[in-house]
């Protein structure tokens, strides 16, 4: 069964500081990966995508992910975090051939001025 | 552009009682979707519809009916509510292909006392 996991409930950081937000996945095959965010009050909103080709994914709001299939992994990154970041993030991920998109747990993001 | 909207915004149930939420998309796309949203659980799909006309389970059905009405309505059924269906309901639609990033509709906050 295609599954993904986000370690982390919570991540912390200072404005201008970079940011990621962890995410493993276990799918068999080439997988295809999403981050999407959610701001209080709203639905999600698609962020960025791997689909194929470059493991470096930039997508949204300065956004940009970083596939890595020997670990498993597709960690959401930053260069530098603005207040206006914070908010629920998550990771999913959709086997090849299957309709069904699955949602990590959600990490919620706290930039503090 | 409206993109998905979703009816009503909140509700509050009795135990036993039925409704029905409405979700339309005005983007012409074929799939449909609705997930719940609980803390801690993040999000799980109830019911897609891949097409006009098809319908299916997700990971969480029981409990739950739904109705392709036509290529932009797709309605979820709550026939005899029960405390466990308290959630945020939020109802999505995307391009054919699994692929394609799915759109959102800003939620349903469903309370069953």
């Known amino acids: 069964a295609q599954s993904v996991a986000q370690p982390e409930d919570q991540v912390n950081v200072a404005e201008g500081n970079p940011l990621t937000v962890k995410c493993t996945y276990s799918v068999s095959g080439n997988p295809y990966l999403f981050w999407y965010v959610q701001y209080p009050n709203r639905g999600l909103q698609f962020l960025l995508k791997y689909i194929t080709g470059d493991n470096l994914v930039k997508g949204s709001y300065g956004f940009e992910a970083e596939f890595n299939k020997s670990q498993t992994s597709f960690h959401l990154k930053k260069p530098s975090a603005l207040v206006s970041d914070s908010a629920l993030y998550f990771c999913a991920v959709i086997k090849r051939g299957f309709q069904k998109l699955v949602f990590g747990t959600g990490t919620r993001l706290l930039v503090s001025p | 552009n409206a993109g998905v909207t979703q009816t009503p915004k909140f509700q509050v149930l009795k135990t036993g009682q039925s409704m029905t939420l409405q979700c339309a998309q005005d983007m012409n796309h074929n799939s449909m979707y609705w997930y719940r949203q609980d803390p801690g659980m993040g999000l799980r799909l109830i019911y897609y519809?891949?097409?006009?006309?098809?319908?299916d389970k997700g990971e969480v059905p029981n409990g739950y009916n739904v109705s392709r009405l036509n290529k932009r309505e797709f309605s979820l059924r709550l026939e005899s509510a029960a405390p466990s269906q308290t959630s945020v309901y939020f109802c999505?639609?995307?391009?054919?292909?699994?692929?394609?990033?799915?759109?959102f509709g800003s939620g349903t906050q469903l309370s069953v006392l």
């Open positions: 999505a639609s995307s391009d054919p292909g699994y692929s394609e990033k799915l759109f």
């Open positions: 519809s891949a097409s006009e006309g098809t319908t």
